[in-house]
């Protein structure tokens, strides 16, 4: 059974940097496009950024590149998303979650078949 547990979320001030950890049980990462996926309060779940170790490939949404850099341990089956210069708009239950080969956009959530519990990211001072 696949498992993901999401870790590293909290309160920052605006231009300040969080880590969040996605550990992953069940699966060795390369089985899956292991993505980073967040929901802020009155809106819909958008993908920020997502990994494929098999094929080594990265991507981001416009509004986190520079900003954010997605990377993994292979030998802890783990994935990481490091935000740094974080601003308000960042603020938003962060969740990761797997998907299998699909014909899907990494950054829709339809395309994610396993997921995380969440973590909160709150910007602010």
């Known amino acids: 059974q696949v498992q993901l547990v999401e870790s590293g979320g909290g309160l920052v001030q605006p231009g300040g940097s969080l880590k969040l950890s996605c550990a992953v049980s069940g699966g060795t990462l390369g089985r899956f496009t292991i993505g980073w996926l967040r929901q802020a309060p009155g809106k819909e779940r958008e993908g920020v950024s997502c990994i494929n170790t098999s094929a080594n490939n990265t991507y981001y949404i416009d509004s986190v590149k520079g900003r954010f850099t997605i990377s993994s341990d292979n030998a802890k089956n783990t994935v990481y998303l490091q935000m740094n210069n974080l601003k308000p708009e960042d603020t938003a239950v962060y969740y990761c979650?797997?998907?299998?080969?699909?014909?899907?956009?990494?950054?829709?959530?339809?395309?994610?078949?396993?997921w995380g519990q969440g973590t909160q990211v709150t910007v602010s001072s």
């Open positions: 979650a797997a998907a299998y080969p699909s014909g899907l956009s990494w950054s829709s959530p339809a395309a994610y078949y396993h």
